[in-house]
């Protein structure tokens, strides 16, 4: 029967993909990068809402937060796959409502205003079936998918609008969005880029020669000699694995250090982050594996006598934050709240 | 009449080619009266004062440096005084300042010419070209017309692309040690001297205490082998021969301050050797003289620094150090030993990663440690309820010289309220002032940038690049905002006494 050979290959390929999911946390893995993450993702649920067998809105809803569940739980340290089933499923709310419809107001979240006139409860239950829903929700996952592929385009983009010539620019680590903004300005200006290397995986090196290669004048540093450089930094441009809800950071390790150095010598602290980035979720701490920490440390044979702790992410609390570049344009921390707002439905936060 | 023949010697090296008067830049060894604050009193007799009467000085508007000598002590006072009578005399009314002028110590008020150290101006030519004449004018004082075939003190050349920021500092790369330029066996320098500089260029001797005892052990081992050449004398030609070994050592790695701070101990006390003394005499004096300086300074100024730091550590204390600092070490395990409780965070920082030498020796003692790298910090810092600093040298200003990272970790710690207390001893008080990390700082090799992960090193082939540059660098200044006590065999201060220490210190001399 094709729809169960469609069922099983459907299955093979989500295993797949948890599979991979497991192996890889931060950019180790097949999978690399977090665009590349939510480019997976999209296109599996993207498969899942062409291939499964679903009758209602509802229906499909309730199958991709089950796989949305298990994908989180294979790696809960990347964000961007809840990130992307929740954009999902917001997708899927509003061609249902537009099928239904009703006019996309009623679907926004709630405001003050909602809640004075609200009369009675509607209860939303998703079980009406709509001919052109499957259609309409692959077409929009598509545009999601364009979205997706653009981001990195449209913030490097606006790069010239931030750096002027001959300025100081800070970066910490290895991250592919900072790295197109600044060759998309090089192109342009002259400016010079400080990379921290950020031990232990030392990732700004990477950053350095790919920086280096399209002639713009880069210095690597040791990450102790961040405060010590940062009275000559104009700039700090950094790019973050996640955006939380409250505009604060889930940044590589010393991201922190970096922000508080920055705002002592009141330099100006640039996020540069895509809007699949922004994540609901509370910030929660992640170590890095024994192997991992055995490969960084290798010499240390008291190893056994000793506590080595090894975070991956640091907090940075919003008031460290100076400006978001993301691929709608800049935004303050303040106003990231209500980007998010736009993206998910309230009640899909807690898959 | 010590300061007339420093500034002798001062002319005598400099020669003719001293051109510029108008310039105050700080010298290597100041004369015994420091100046401890930047006063804008001109040199007495240097500037034209405006003053209607007739003055019963005699100076130019702008002497050389020559006529310094000529002057006495009494002369300078004596102009002082007649200078500040005319003042009084200008502006009538209301001027008690200068009744108070007079009382000030004349210490303070004696400005110094100052000299800009030669190696925070390597991107000067000039100066470049002075060092090489002085090396070269430092062996031909030692052997007198003898056929020289190769430079006995070489001058080491830079390694490595420079960031522009620090092209005014010298980049050396630890393959190439001064060493390898000198001819074995070496007549001019002593052989323990060139044991040392190698020592200290391969970083086998690191830290700053551990520098000072050996340069000081050093010392002792050429005086013990000194002879005086006939119709000379010992104070004035002992130091004249430790003047190259200074300079080689200089160039193998740059003086610290605890180490230009013995070496003035050194000079003022062979100086002081009386003429008619006996060389046996002399030299054991010598020796007895350096023995008690290691004990005072260094050995019973860490006794009494742990005596005070164990009072500040409580029952149930996590401590934060950073990287290898032998005195905060000391004192952890003093404080162990009197049965305090407490545990250790050590946090250690690339490319030196000395941290994991002070978590050896305090796992030895069975101290319960924790082992970050400091991009771990603001992870940890919540844990943590004192943070103990060593310090390579506290500046004039209050600011805190320490190995690199030290000021992310006081700016970290202040921003989670955790108090810092910095440790050092007296004797590495020093009176330059610095306001950033940059003007006077030391660059490490740039290769120990590079790491090798999981067989592949990514700045493999930095120096083709022409647009890459590795800094490492070696110290940072701390701002005295983030530094809560500084802990010194002197007592607990705060940061900003240090210039009352140093002035204490020079009045005691």
Redesign the interface.
Known sequence: MPGADKETDLTERIEAFLADLKRGGSGTGPLRGSGEMARETTYLLRRITAQARWSSAGDLMEIIRNEGRRMTAAQPSETTVGNMVRRVLKIIREEYARSRGSSEETEQQESLHKLLTAGELSEETFREHFVHLKANVIEAINELLTELDGTTDNIAMQALEHIHSNEVIMTVGRSRTVEAFLKDAARKRKF?V?VA??????QG??M??GL??V???????????????M??VNKVIIGTQTVLANGGLRAV??T??VA??AR?HSTPLIICAPMFKLSPQVFT?CSLSLNDVN?C?P??K?LS???????VF??VPPELITLFISNIGGNAPSYIYRLMSELYHPEDHKL | KKHQKKQKERKNEKGPSETEKDKTPVSLLPPPQPVATQKALPAPASAPIPVPASAPFHSSPAPSPADKPAKSKAELKAERRARQETDRAAKQPGSSSSGIKTKVPLSELNPVVKRLPEHVQVDDPAVVKRLAKKLERQQKGQNLGRNLERNQIPLRSDYGYK???FSHLHQYSRKAPLTQLLSIPSTVIHPSIVRLGLQYSQGIVAGSNARSVALLHAFKQVIRDYTTPPNEELSRDLVNKLKPYISFLNQCRPLSASMGNAIKYIKKEISNIPSQCKEEEAKTKLLTCIDRYIEEKIVLAAKAISKYAIEKISDGDVILVYGYSSLVNNILCEAFEKSRKFRVIVVD???RLEG?EA??RL?QRGIS????????????LPEVSKVFLGAHALLANGYVMS???T??IA??AR?YNVPVLVCCETYKFCERVQT???VSNELDDPDD???T?KGKT??EN?QD?S???????VY??TPPDFVDLVITDLGMIPCTSVPVVLRVKNLDQ
């Open positions: 010079h400080i290397e950020c031990a232990p995986f030392c090196h990477e350095a020669t280096s290669k002639g713009i004048e880069t210095t690597v540093i040791a990450d102790a000699a961040i405060f010590a450089v009275s000559r390790n010393g922190h250090s508080l150095a002592h701490t490969s440390f010499v240390l008291i006598k000793v506590n080595v702790h090894c975070p640091d907090y | 960031v522009s920021l920082s690339r490319p994991r978590l050896r796992v440690c924790t082992y970050v790298l400091i991009s771990a910090l603001s992870y940890i190995r690199v990272g000021s992310q700016l970290v921003t950033d990390s940059f940038l590079m790491v992960r990514q700045l930095w690049v647009s890459l540059g590795l800094l490492n660098l940072d200044v």
